[in-house]
């Protein structure tokens, strides 16, 4: 079975950074995607960044472009988000995602097979 544990999330004022990191397990897992979405209070899931296993592509939604960075480590099977220049419209649940193969398009929560409990990220103004 397997697991995607998150760790990073915190409490950080404007224009601060975080280190989210989501560590993939299981004896037969292989992800052709990972990637992050968020969930604010009250909103609907979005989708943040995501990266494919092999050959490192990236995506961001375009509030994040030029601030957060996605990055994987396939020898540890976890994979990075670094946050830069944090905005409180930054504020959500952020949870970490795993595609075993590609469906339809990688912004789509349905693509995904496995995620992550979610780690809060608060930013103060």
């Known amino acids: 079975q397997v697991q995607l544990v998150e760790s990073g999330g915190g409490l950080v004022q404007a224009g601060g950074s975080l280190r989210l990191a989501c560590a993939a397990s299981?004896?037969?897992?292989?992800?052709?995607?990972m990637g992050w979405f968020r969930q604010a209070p009250g909103k609907e899931h979005k989708f943040v960044s995501a990266?494919?296993?092999?050959?490192?592509?990236?995506y961001y939604e375009d509030s994040v472009k030029g601030r957060f960075t996605i990055s994987r480590d396939g020898a540890q099977n976890t994979v990075y988000l670094q946050m830069n220049s944090l905005k409180p419209e930054d504020t959500a649940v952020y949870y970490c995602a795993a595609a075993r193969i590609f469906r339809y398009k990688v912004t789509s929560q349905n693509d995904y097979d496995y995620w992550g409990q979610g780690t809060q990220v608060t930013v103060s103004s």
């Open positions: 299981g004896r037969t897992f292989s992800p052709y995607t």
């Open positions: 990266i494919t296993w092999s050959g490192g592509s990236t």
